[in-house]
């Protein structure tokens, strides 16, 4: 089990960027996939985007083209969010293998 601990989030406006980041307290190995979650108030909780060990990406269709995941030499988990609407709102996860972060808001008012 590593410890993940998210940052970033915050309540901007439609249209505005936030950038999330997922540190970890101790060395993840590159090797691991990692991924962002969200879950809004009353819904289930939902990939966002990931990327493995060759740095190959994925992201559900409602983020793609606004929304870049990406990692440092650090191992440290990125998530740029562009152009936010009013239905990206929610807890943002990170998660490494088994491993989840406690999450940090995201508010964008509708």
């Known amino acids: 089990q590593v410890y993940l601990a998210e940052s970033g989030g915050g309540l901007v406006r439609a249209g505005e960027s936030l950038r999330l980041s997922c540190g970890a307290f101790e060395e993840i190995s590159r090797e691991n996939p990692m991924s962002w979650y969200r879950q809004a108030p009353g819904k289930q909780r939902e990939l966002v985007a990931s990327i493995d060990s060759g740095d190959n990406v994925n992201y559900a269709d409602s983020v793609k083209g606004r929304f870049t995941v990406s990692r440092d030499v650090e191992n440290t988990l990125y998530l740029q969010m562009n152009d936010l609407r009013s239905e990206d709102p929610g807890v943002y996860y990170c998660?490494?293998?088994?491993?989840w972060g406690r999450g940090t808001k995201v508010t964008v008012p509708s």
């Open positions: 998660k490494s293998l088994h491993s």
